[in-house]
């Protein structure tokens, strides 16, 4: 079975609020690509699963909250983690391991950083991982195309 994984597509890096300079995303064609590929994930039967940041330095009142606009799949989870990897919360492999998910396909924020990371970590977890280039947002083009190679090399499959 597999799962899609919407990492960090929050309001405090992709939202009408966000710093723009530190997070230039481009909401308006990232959201939809993003949407569509979860009503494809539902139409197929497969998981979708939504990611969201909590630094350690945040007050423990801080809720990170999804993006409006972002399409919600009712009785989803939502996995908060603290670190960039998003296995850093390891009820996120438990929950993978129970429903028997043995690829993911990672869509989000940063490309970079925490897509990358936890692509990374999906893959030393024994999952086959699918990386969704056209719905992922990067900050730092340049360093994307490394991220890209590397992922590549690390067994990776970069998908359009």
Do not use: W
Request: charged fraction near 25%.
């Amino acid at each position: 079975m597999k799962a899609l994984l919407v990492i960090d597509m929050q309001e405090d890096y992709i939202g009408d609020i966000r710093n723009k300079k530190r997070f230039p995303y481009k909401s308006d064609i990232l959201l939809p690509r993003i949407n569509q590929r979860i009503s494809e994930f539902t139409k197929e039967g497969n998981l979708v699963i939504y990611i969201v940041n909590r630094f350690f330095y945040q007050r423990r009142g801080y809720k990170p909250e999804l993006v409006k606009g972002l399409n919600i799949v009712e009785a989803s989870p939502v996995f908060i983690k603290n670190r960039a990897n998003s296995f850093s919360n390891p009820k996120l492999l438990q929950y993978l391991q129970e429903k028997n998910i043995n690829e993911v396909e990672l869509v989000g924020v940063d490309g970079n950083y925490c897509v990358a990371a936890t692509a990374l970590d999906a893959k030393k977890n024994g999952l086959v991982v699918k990386f969704n280039h056209q719905c992922i947002g990067v900050a730092n083009i340049t360093k994307f195309k490394k991220i890209l190679t590397r992922l590549e090399n690390d067994g990776i499959t970069i998908t359009d």
